[in-house]
């Protein structure tokens, strides 16, 4: 593998260091994926509200919704995240002449 430039350098450390990701679609992809899944989970979290709302720490519809909300935009982030770590971390293996 060449590196041809430093935007081609950037990419390389960010995607299996670390540093800021400029790509519009991994960015676009987090997007997605953390609003389906907060969505998903505050949408649980309230059907869990109505069957069990005896067992839960927050009482009120505002608590569920902050807490279930907190929870699915921690979790969405760190799956997404870990997603496009593997794949880009692939795609780089893929590109490396042995």
């Known amino acids: 593998m060449v590196i041809t430039n430093i935007k081609h350098f950037y990419n390389i450390a960010t995607d299996l260091i670390t540093g800021i990701n400029f790509r519009k679609k991994d960015n676009f992809f987090q ?3 953390i ?3 907060t969505a998903i989970i505050v949408v649980l979290a309230y059907i869990w509200y109505f069957m069990y709302s005896e067992f839960l720490l ?3 519809f505002f608590g569920v919704a902050l807490t279930s909300a907190s929870i699915g935009v921690l979790v969405g982030m ?3 995240g870990a997603y496009l770590a593997i794949k880009k ?3 780089h293996i ?3 002449d042995f």
Do not use: R, V
């Open 31 to 33: 997007l997605k994926f």
């Open 35 to 37: 609003s389906i899944f």
């Open 58 to 60: 927050a009482t009120t």
């Open 78 to 80: 760190i799956i997404s």
């Open 89 to 91: 971390t692939i795609q």
């Open 94 to 96: 893929k590109a490396i």
